[in-house]
């Protein structure tokens, strides 16, 4: 089955710097690429999706990249704020015909952003 | 426009008792996934269900553990005879459709602790 590898584990920034998280998965047939944001007491939210006909994505000052070959995607939150401060999710999963679409999840990342 | 709801969102039993863990998926939605995260871990996909029918249960344990989605009312995650390992957070999401656009919507989660 489908196993995703996430790091770092923690992460620290200072507020306006740049974050980067890393994923690689290791089914190649996984197509639909999602990052959640989950913060204290609740339950994942989705942030930014990429699916594997496209290699970038970008929404506002988050981004995320996608090597289909290297089998690795990346999330990039630039900018960063206090608010941002969460644990985040990198996940891959089969989307479409008789694939259910259950969804394969890293670690996680915890992200502090320091005022 | 109300998401996904689950109830309770903390629960508390003792060894040997039953568990039953609710969760209404967004109006319209069919498809229901199931997931369980262990403290300081990444979410694990337990179970996914349509309306009246199990899918894939391949992530639930054999034993002491049960799914449902009726045609009328909640989705229910029901564990028997808990025990202190099954203490964790359960997450459940939901689904319009399994095409290509396969966003998962998750719920806040139930807090099991297990006495």
């Known amino acids: 089955g489908e196993n995703v590898e996430q790091h770092p584990s923690t992460l620290s920034v200072q507020e306006g710097d740049s974050a980067v998280i890393k994923c690689t998965y290791s089914d190649s047939a996984s197509n639909y690429f999602p990052w959640y944001k989950q913060e204290l007491g609740k339950g994942p939210q989705l942030i930014i999706d990429i699916r594997s006909n496209v290699g970038e994505k970008k929404d506002q000052r988050i981004a995320v990249t996608l090597n289909k070959t290297a089998k690795h995607f990346s999330l990039h939150i630039t900018e960063t704020q206090p608010e941002d401060s969460a644990v985040y999710f990198c996940a891959a999963s089969i989307s479409g015909g008789t694939s259910y679409g259950k969804l394969t999840f890293g670690q996680g990342t915890i992200l502090t952003v320091h005022p | 426009n109300a998401g996904v709801m689950q109830n309770p969102r903390h629960l508390v039993r003792r060894r040997g008792q039953e568990a039953r863990l609710r969760c209404s998926p967004v109006?319209?939605?069919?498809?229901v996934y199931w997931y369980r995260q262990l403290p300081e871990e990444g979410l694990k996909f337990m179970v996914y269900?349509?309306?009246?029918?199990?899918?894939?249960e391949s992530g639930m344990p054999k034993e002491r553990f049960s799914a449902e989605f009726p045609k009328e009312g909640p989705s229910i995650l029901r564990i028997q005879q808990v025990v202190r390992g099954d203490s964790a957070a359960y997450f459940c999401?939901?689904?319009?459709?399994?095409?290509?656009?396969?966003?998962?919507?998750f719920g806040p989660g139930t807090r099991l602790t297990v006495l």
């Open positions: 999401a939901s689904s319009p459709r399994l095409d290509i656009r396969t966003e998962q919507f």
């Open positions: 109006k319209g939605h069919s498809h």
């Open positions: 269900l349509q309306k009246e029918n199990i899918i894939d």
